[in-house]
Each structure stands twice: as C-alpha cells, then as structure tokens.
C-alpha cells in the first residue's frame, strides 16, 4: 500500500513568491540605476507599465496559492462569486481612480488636495479587496500575507531612494505630486491598495482560475 501524498504547504509558496518578488525589486532597482533597456526598466513613476515589475506576479502567484489551497482542502464558498466580485471590486477601483484624477487635473492641485485624494483612492482600494475575503477567505488571508512580505521591501527602497535622490521609478509620484507629498504617497500605497486591494483582487480572481484546475474534493471555506 503506497503511502498517502504529502500536501503541499501553502506558507512554503507564499515565502517562495516572496522571495522572488523581492529578487525582481533588487534587479529592477540595479536595472534603473546603471541605465539598463528603458522599455523595461522603466523609470517613470508608477514603474511606467514595465513588464517586469512584482505587480503583474500577484497572477501567477494567485494561481498556485490557489490549485494549493484547493489541494489542501479549501475552495471558494463560490466559484461564480469567487470570479465575479474580483472583477465587480476591480471595475469599482478603476472608476474611483478615474475619477480621483480628473478631479486632482481641475485647478487648484495644492498638497493638501493630493494628500486627500490619495487617501481616498488607496483606503477605498484596501476596503474593496474585502471582496476576495467574502468570496474566500484562506486565499485573501493568503494573498494579504504575501502582499504585505512583497511590499516592505518596497517601503525600504522607496525611502531610501528618495533619500538618496536616486532617478528610479521607487523615488517618484504621480505627474505634479508635490516633493513634499511623494513619500507619504508612496508608502500608504505599498501599504493599502498594493498589499490590501490589487494583491487580493487580482490574486482572488487568479486564485479561483487556479482552484477549477484541481480535481474537486476540498471542502468550502
């Protein structure tokens, strides 16, 4: 009689997928600093789309976390809300943003008008991936894990790079932020809507994709 398989361990993934974001964020700060291909190591703010950056890993790793924790036993409450309020918490995010900017572009855009808007967009952002939880809450509590161990690094190489006015995408805020405002900005973001919004969101919804992948027998939850 063959012995019966080992579980994967989800904390085992979500060090890995740690440790690899932070290989990523050490290479793209290398990259920038010595003048490496501009289309990828991009050094406008927000990282300008580069494809190389720890935002679009939250996918893949969204997926393994997921066919892991469906192995492990656990599924969404609901595959149908699983998929679904991602992309309704994504659709409400993304029209916030929209809005929060056109308003910012009006004259007069002062610190204190920056400051506001970027609290409101980034706590609503954190308060919208809420919705992964509801639909599955391992996976969210998952994803928020791995968020947060993604972005303290972050937080560190942001800071020190403005210290050390370093021209790389860590060190810079949205097109007009005042100087005064771009750190404050920066880190509430690496620790609102990047670890508790786009990280659950995206991640959720990868995660759900990757828990169809796997034979069903897990319990909900």
């Not at 919705?131 to 190489?157: C, E, H, K």
């Not at 973001?189 to 995206?202: C, D, E, F, R, V």
Request: aromatic share 10%; with cysteine.
């Amino acid at each position: 009689m063959s012995a019966p398989k080992k579980k994967p361990s989800l904390l085992v993934a979500i060090l890995i997928s740690a440790a690899l974001s932070l290989a990523v964020n050490g290479v793209r700060l290398v990259g920038e600093l010595q003048g490496w291909a501009p289309e990828v190591f991009n050094r406008e703010g927000g990282g300008g789309g580069s494809p190389l950056g720890i935002t679009w890993l939250v996918l893949p790793f969204g997926f393994w976390f997921g066919r892991v924790l469906a192995k492990n036993g656990s599924r969404p409450r609901s595959n149908a809300l699983a998929l679904l309020l991602p992309l309704v918490a994504a659709a409400a995010v993304a029209g916030l943003f929209v809005l929060a900017f056109a308003t910012l572009w009006k004259e007069p855009r002062t610190g204190e008008d920056w400051v506001t808007l970027t609290c409101t967009v980034q706590l609503a952002g954190a308060v919208a991936g809420l919705a992964t939880l509801i639909a599955w809450p391992r996976a969210w509590v998952a994803l928020v894990f791995y968020g947060i161990l993604a972005r303290l690094p972050v937080i560190a190489i942001q800071y020190y790079s403005i210290v050390k006015g370093w021209d790389v995408h860590f060190a810079k805020g949205p097109p007009g932020m005042p100087d005064d405002v771009v750190l404050f900005a920066l880190t509430l973001a690496q620790s609102t809507i990047w670890p508790l919004g786009w990280t659950p969101i995206a991640g959720g919804l990868a995660a759900a994709i990757g828990a169809l992948t796997v034979k069903r027998g897990g319990k909900p939850g």
